[in-house]
């Protein structure tokens, strides 16, 4: 990326208000022209004889023709402006248009290079203000991006559509998005070309917004990128609610406007408040799609999820092993086996509450959170205290947002559910949404969620969300204050997980919508880590895997051993060991060769994760459509790497070429847990400089479908 000179934008009008205000350690830049900085990244703007603030666009050579209104930063709607707007807004006396002014700029170094930008612009009719907001993160070249909206008018006005982002880009882009379903999130990247007219890629469903449509992205500049060439600015929207991401093509290039959906979202803001929008997160490289995700990875552990830096237990689950049926011998039958094969965590699933109505499938008991007399006569407590006696932690799962119609819940507040008058009940799993606008809903699922993490024990819980909605109406906002559901929705449960993470620092939170209908970095900054699909076929998860990869760091990826898809055990093992490793099986009933295999798993990811937690992660060989895929992670001091490869049909047992070793240093070869009864790798054992591993690569153990090898490169002291 060129940091293009200003010498060809619009000269500054004289005695235009562009000054730039010193805070904290700021530094002054040019009153009309200004720039923000990360390493490799510069966002250049300038505000026109008009007043108005333009951005010249990245990775587009500087503009010959001084720069038109297509060219302006957050563009507003009703006066002029004729493509998709930033910004629409009804003043208070009902005036439809906005025009935005620059005013001043200040910058603030929170810490060593980390800046904070605050451009504040006005509309010179109204007492109307709007601050667009950057957090630049130097080394990582992160850009996290929000606006604030306030006001001073006579009345409440009505935002119509307020993005979090709008930056300008060149006109040759293409776009590489991700589209699922239940069991295929993110499974299939489409990449595209952005013609002239808008690609819209967006999501309304509320709650469990993600489950077709991710907020997440690539756009690569001036033709498509590969891991290691090409500028990419990868996307990633911070909002668990309905939102949108438009890509606009037209006369000046191609426009990223994200945010907030505006669909059915009218909100009214009074005088003096703030309506501040989700944050969007931007990571640039021009090194391609690796460098991409390593950055973003690396400002991940930092800023967007929970202790990023701590290390991820060996969890066993009961969901595929037992499902609804079980109690407690059957739950503490599961904990002295799991010791025994190394695992450092229990999570008890869905299935433990309801009496009236007891939770033995899915149709009944969810908002009853009293443990079920018959299945844990004493409550949770003593099952609690019985993982920790035989040596593991103990985690629980939970629903709080959600309720099923025949649950005592229900029968006593029928009226504190999401649905629309005069309209049939619609329910998705037999399930609706609680209404958490509501103040006694706030208290209600507060008090359910403190109660179960403070049962003496409990360091882990699993937050589910299984619907999304389709009858968006609450009881409890006023007729004409409907259209604020979608946001206030949202803004109440990221209190309630504040809350959640603020009261019980201590206990790990896993993000789960029925698979990975929540992976956002707006619900992650509360949880550690999240499921991201309930497909755990560890086939289709060697690419789920790859795909989550651009955007989350392993550590965050919840990948259990399961018995879908009927894969190898060695195989499905080597894939959890990949990311946050987890087992769903019903180990009493396992055969000893596969306990022996899990075993050997979870002592092979106790000694790695210290490389592939923090470490980065190189995406070596695609896994779509091809007979292998392969990564390899390097620890942050590149003293260990480990490369996993993933055979998913026969093919050639060709050497896969690591990336990122420190050519000097000399690595001795050690396959990790290796399958029982074939060959380890050729090189067990060689020691070869990084230079001749990266470049004659390492030969795996495996050469046939379903067959996985995972190798250590340990360089010498
Ligand atoms: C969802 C989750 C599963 C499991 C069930 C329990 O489907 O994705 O992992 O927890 O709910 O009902």
């Known amino acids: 990326m060129k940091n293009h000179p200003f010498t060809h934008l619009l000269p500054a009008a004289l005695g235009c208000a562009a000054a730039v205000l010193l805070a904290g350690h700021a530094h002054a830049a040019t009153p009309a022209n200004f720039s923000i900085h990360t390493a490799s990244l510069a966002l250049n703007f300038s505000v026109g004889k008009d007043g108005r603030l333009y951005q010249l666009p990245i990775g587009a050579p500087p503009p010959e023709t001084p720069t038109a209104r297509d060219a302006e930063v957050y563009p507003q709607a009703g006066d002029g402006y004729i493509w998709e707007p930033a910004l629409q807004v009804v003043h208070a006396d009902g005036n439809t248009s906005t025009d935005l002014v620059c005013d001043d700029l200040t910058r603030t170094n929170e810490a060593p290079g980390r800046e904070v930008i605050r451009v504040h612009l006005h509309d010179p009719a109204y007492p109307f203000e709007v601050t667009i907001c950057f957090r630049a993160h130097h080394d990582t070249d992160v850009l996290e991006q929000w606006v604030e909206i306030q006001h001073q008018e006579a009345g409440e006005i009505t935002l119509l559509n307020m993005k979090s982002t709008s930056l300008l880009l060149s006109t040759n882009v293409y776009l590489t998005h991700f589209f699922g379903d239940w069991a295929k999130e993110m499974l299939r990247p489409i990449t595209e070309q952005i013609t002239p007219g808008t690609k819209v890629l967006d999501t309304k469903l509320g709650v469990r917004a993600e489950q077709f449509q991710s907020p997440s992205f690539i756009l690569s500049l001036n033709g498509r990128a590969t891991e290691t060439t090409g500028e990419v600015l990868g996307g990633s929207l911070a909002w668990s609610g309905n939102s ?9 290039g191609v426009r990223a406007l994200c945010g907030l959906n505006a669909f059915a979202s009218a909100y009214h803001l009074k005088p003096g408040q703030t309506f501040t929008t989700p944050t969007m997160i931007w990571v640039w490289s021009d090194h391609g799609l690796g460098d991409m995700s390593r ?14 830096h701590r290390p991820r237990a060996a ?3 009961n969901w595929e092993a037992t499902g609804f049926d ?23 699933d869905d299935g433990w509450f309801g009496n009236k109505y007891p939770r033995t499938n899915d149709a009944a008991g969810l908002g009853d959170w009293q443990p079920n007399h018959q299945r844990l006569p004493d409550g949770l407590t003593p099952l609690a205290a019985e993982a920790v006696k035989q040596g593991l932690r103990f985690g629980i799962w939970l629903e709080p947002e959600m309720v099923n119609p025949k649950s005592e819940l229900f029968e006593q507040h029928p009226d504190w559910v999401i649905r629309q008058p005069k309209r049939e009940l619609e329910l998705q799993r037999h399930q609706l949404v609680l209404d958490l606008t509501r103040p006694a809903v706030q208290d209600f699922e507060w008090q359910t969620i403190h109660d179960v993490l403070s049962v003496p024990n409990v360091t882990y ?11 968006p109406g609450s009881a409890y906002l006023p007729a004409d204050r409907q259209s604020e559901l979608w946001i206030d929705y949202v803004q109440a449960l990221y209190r309630l997980m504040d809350r959640t993470a603020t009261t019980f620092p201590d206990t790990e939170l896993m993000l789960c919508s029925g698979g990975g209908g929540r992976a956002d970095y707006g619900a992650l900054r509360y949880f550690h880590e999240f499921w991201p699909s309930d ?8 690419a789920m895997q790859w795909d989550y990869s651009y955007f989350f760091p392993p550590l965050t990826l919840a990948s259990h051993v399961t018995h879908w898809g009927n894969r190898p055990m060695h195989f499905a093992c080597t894939v959890a060991m990949s990311a946050r490793f987890g087992m769903d099986l019903d180990l009493p009933h396992l055969p000893a060769t596969d306990q022996a295999v899990c075993a050997g798993a979870i002592a092979a990811y106790k000694q790695i994760r210290d490389v592939t937690l923090p470490g980065d992660l190189y995406r070596l060989e695609d896994p779509h459509d091809q007979y292998r895929g392969a990564i ?29 070793l420190a050519p000097a240093k000399r690595y001795t070869l050690h396959e990790l847990n290796p399958a029982p009864g074939r060959p380890a790798i050729p090189q067990e054992g ?20 379903i067959e996985a090898s995972a190798i250590e490169l340990r360089a010498e002291q």
């Not at 949108?244 to 000046?252: T, Y």
């Not at 497909?535 to 060697?542: A, L, S």
Request: negative net charge.
């Open 686 to 705: 060689h020691t070869l400089t990084g230079e001749e591993l990266m470049r004659d690569g390492v030969i795996p153990s495996c050469s046939r479908a």
């Open 461 to 471: 819980a699993k937050w589910d969300c299984n619907r999304y909605l389709t009858q």
């Open 326 to 348: 079980f109690d407690f011998n059957r739950i503490a039958s599961l904990f002295g086996p799991a010791k025994q094969i190394g695992t450092e965590l229990f999570l008890l």
């Open 244 to 252: 949108a991401c438009e890509f606009d093509n037209h006369a000046e």
């Open 295 to 308: 950055k973003l990875h690396a400002w991940a552990r930092d800023f967007g999820v929970r202790d990023g």
């Open 315 to 317: 969890l066993l689950n």
């Open 535 to 542: 497909n755990t076929d560890p086939v289709t998860r060697v």
């Open 632 to 660: 390899n992670f390097v620890a942050p001091d590149q003293a260990r790497a480990v490369v996993f490869v993933f055979q998913l049909q026969d093919g050639p047992q060709t050497a896969v070429r690591p990336q990122g």
